[in-house]
């Protein structure tokens, strides 16, 4: 056994080391796993603490984005009230359509259903919803039974949110001052526009839950309405006093074939503007393809040369600087009065008439001899003291300012004085008429009440304020008392007459600027401005009528309308009638002091020359060589040159087909190979 033990031991020389090397083989081993094995935990760690810390913010995004939808609801517009609470314009809840266009499984297919019910194109809506990755407006406030076919589709992610749409309770009544907003609650014209930002309140965002699957599970209600609302805002406006003033404006521009029409109601003695009336009217609630023009506030943003109602503002001005005197005669030239190669025309001749038969019967010679009188220096002082040639500070977007240039020539003193060569709103001439009526003080017209925020805080508030006196109480009663003779029968307005109440005028017929050929067109603005009762005005009221085709008169298509509104006013307001006393004194007096002069003036001038076509004011003087324009309205291009060259005049020709204006208008005097511009139009 031994010798056995031996030969094995032998026949294995060095076992003892081999097995010392095997044992620290495997102790190499176990360390190098144990190494990668520390080092594979610790990257893991660092990886988490990355994941966990660093990234923590953008995962959390990530993992919401999964089953979190934020859909921005935007604040509950504030309201617009008239001056006794009667909303103007509201915000109303409605549903709107949106989609997550991950959770549609045939989107072509949806978009289709959804395009079908809600009347929208497929093909657009289908590129639209392509588009988005998460979320997609399908459309935005829907009616109701819109919202309830939607819901019956059973579409998979296709939800609603609630969204306050602008709704205008009045309707027409108002829509120009009140003005539109768009889709997105913004407000795109009049007060909507201008106190956009307290009528806006803030936007709010609404977050709704979803399951693994998408299938919504939560909707989180909006934030408190009243963090979300915007400010409310009051105005003077009366809307029993606007329906007075549309209606009758509306009937007046339809009853002449004009092209628009504006009506101004003012309280002389606070400035507040209870009525704007324009005319073409529109609904706010359906503003989709409107012309532009037809949202246009005409009253408060068209300045355009008022014609003859000016000439109350000089006679109170030459009267103030005692340049002429109440009881002073001027001599009328019997119609026509050169100044230098100009003629002034007088509608009809005159003798000699006083400041009061000068505003009965419109004469633009004697008015333009009270301008010499009281210069051009005072003539422009006191315009701009009446408040022309700023703006009045509505505070409406776009509002007129006017312009009243300085009259270097001895003509263009003359046309200022009877309201030509200058412009103005209808909102400046009510509120300078107010300050007659208001005994010569001058106050700010406003339109805004107050402004107040949810909690009631007062953002902003309009209370009567004095701008400046402009003349003195005697002379302001003076000129009221002289344009009552307007309305008599001797007078330019006897239209404007009420039976129960003393009325102080004035009529004016403006001729308009043509703006392609340059100079005055056949073109005609009427108007009647006036203040009742005239021996304690309560309000002011303009119509002004935009190109009348049915007469070019102001005392004939405007004043009617100022006499309907101001007798549904003056009971409306309380006022009480003048007495019979009063009424017959006034009509007495306007009889015996409205001319001074040997020749008595003809009963009812304005409306009497109805059918006769209007001479032009003021015309260039023209030798023994002059000819009459003739009338080419109609008339195809050949034919007009034909017709002028046969006249000695020289024709151009802009635009093809038939003539529709010409400068010349018909009828003046001009010079032999004078140029004559015709527009034409339309096929020959």
């Known amino acids: 056994m031994r010798d056995l033990k031996a030969k094995r031991r032998e026949a294995s020389p060095g076992s003892d080391g081999a097995g010392e090397e095997g044992a620290g083989g495997l102790k190499g081993r176990v360390l190098f796993m144990g190494a990668a094995s520390f080092l594979l935990l610790g990257g893991l760690a660092y990886r988490a603490y990355h994941l966990q810390v660093n990234e923590q913010a953008k995962l959390k995004g990530m993992a919401q984005d999964q089953y ?25 809840e409605v549903d709107s359509v949106w989609v997550d266009p991950s959770e549609l499984k045939d989107v072509r297919a949806a978009a289709k259903e959804l395009a079908r019910v809600l009347k929208l194109d497929a093909a657009e809506l289908h590129t639209r919803i392509q588009r988005a990755r998460r979320f997609a407006w399908v459309k935005r406030q829907v009616k109701q ?65 979803r399951d693994a699957k998408g299938r919504k599970l939560l909707t989180h209600g909006t934030s408190d309405p009243i963090e979300r609302q915007g400010a409310s805002v009051t ?33 002389p003695a606070t400035g507040e503007i209870l009525a704007l009336a324009n005319h073409p009217r529109f609904n706010p ?10 949202l246009r506030n005409r009253a408060a943003l068209d300045a355009m040369e008022p014609g003859s109602t000016f000439k109350a503002f000089v006679v109170a001005a030459a009267l103030e600087q005692k340049a002429i005197r109440a009881d002073e005669a001027f001599y009328c030239e019997k119609g026509r009065w050169n100044i230098g190669r100009h003629t002034v025309h007088d509608s009809h001749p005159h003798e000699t008439l006083t400041p009061r038969g000068i505003l009965q ?66 909102v400046q001439l009510a509120a300078g008429y107010a300050t007659l009526a208001n005994g010569g003080v001058r106050m700010k ?33 003076s000129v009221v008392s002289m344009l009552e003779s307007v309305v008599e029968k001797e007078g330019t307005a006897p239209r404007a007459r009420l039976p129960d109440y003393r009325v102080a005028g004035k009529t004016g017929t403006a001729q308009k600027v043509d703006p392609v050929a340059g100079g005055y067109s056949d073109k005609r603005l009427a108007s009647f401005i006036g203040t009742v009762p005239a021996e304690a005005p309560r309000a002011v009221i303009i119509v002004m009528i935009d190109e009348p085709k049915t007469d070019v008169y102001g005392g004939i298509v405007a004043a009617p309308a100022f006499r309907e509104i101001a007798e549904q006013l003056m009971p409306y307001l309380g006022v009480p009638a003048s007495t019979p006393q009063l009424v017959a004194v006034a009509q007495a007096s306007a009889v015996k002091a409205a ?7 003809p009963a009812a001038r304005e409306e009497r020359a109805a059918a006769a076509p209007t001479p032009a004011e003021v015309t260039e003087r023209v030798g023994e060589g002059a000819v009459q324009v003739p009338d080419m309205t109609g008339r195809v291009g050949r034919e007009a040159v034909a017709r002028l060259l046969g006249a000695a005049l020289e024709p151009k020709l802009l635009g093809s087909g038939r003539v529709v204006a010409q400068s010349p208008a018909p009828g003046m005097l001009v010079e032999k190979g004078s140029q004559v511009v015709l527009t034409l139009q339309g096929r020959p």
């Open 68 to 92: 979190v939808r934020q859909i921005p609801v935007p604040a509950r517009r504030g309201d617009i009230f008239d001056r006794r609470g009667i909303p103007f314009a509201q915000s109303v």
């Open 145 to 209: 039974g819109e919202a309830q076919a939607v819901r019956s589709l059973n579409l998979p992610g296709v939800g609603f949110a609630r969204e306050p749409q602008r709704f205008y309770p009045q309707r027409e009544l108002g829509a120009h001052v009140v003005g539109i907003t768009g889709l997105e609650g913004k407000g795109l014209e009049g007060l909507e526009l201008a106190f956009d930002d307290e009528l806006s309140g803030q936007t709010s965002r609404l977050a709704g839950y």
């Open 235 to 267: 105005l003077t406006l009366d809307r029993n006093v606007q329906h007075m003033a549309e209606k009758a404006l509306s009937k007046a521009v339809e009853d002449a074939k004009a092209v628009a029409g504006t009506a101004v109601v003012m309280d």
């Open 285 to 294: 609630n359906t503003p989709k393809d409107l012309p532009r023009d037809t």
């Open 361 to 426: 019967v419109s004469s633009n010679i004697c008015a333009a001899k009270v301008a010499q009188r009281l210069g051009r220096d005072n003539l422009v002082r006191y315009y701009g003291a009446f408040g022309f040639g700023e703006r009045a500070g509505l505070g409406l977007p776009g509002e007129g300012r006017g312009v009243v240039p300085y009259p270097r020539a001895e003509i263009a003193l003359a046309t200022e004085a009877f309201g030509q060569g200058l412009t103005a709103t209808a």
């Open 445 to 477: 017209p406003y339109l805004v009440q107050r402004v107040v925020d949810p909690d009631g805080v007062v953002l902003l508030e309009n209370r009567p304020t004095e701008v400046a006196r402009v003349v003195s109480e005697k002379t302001a009663k």
């Open 595 to 601: 001319v001074v002069a040997q020749a008595p003036v």
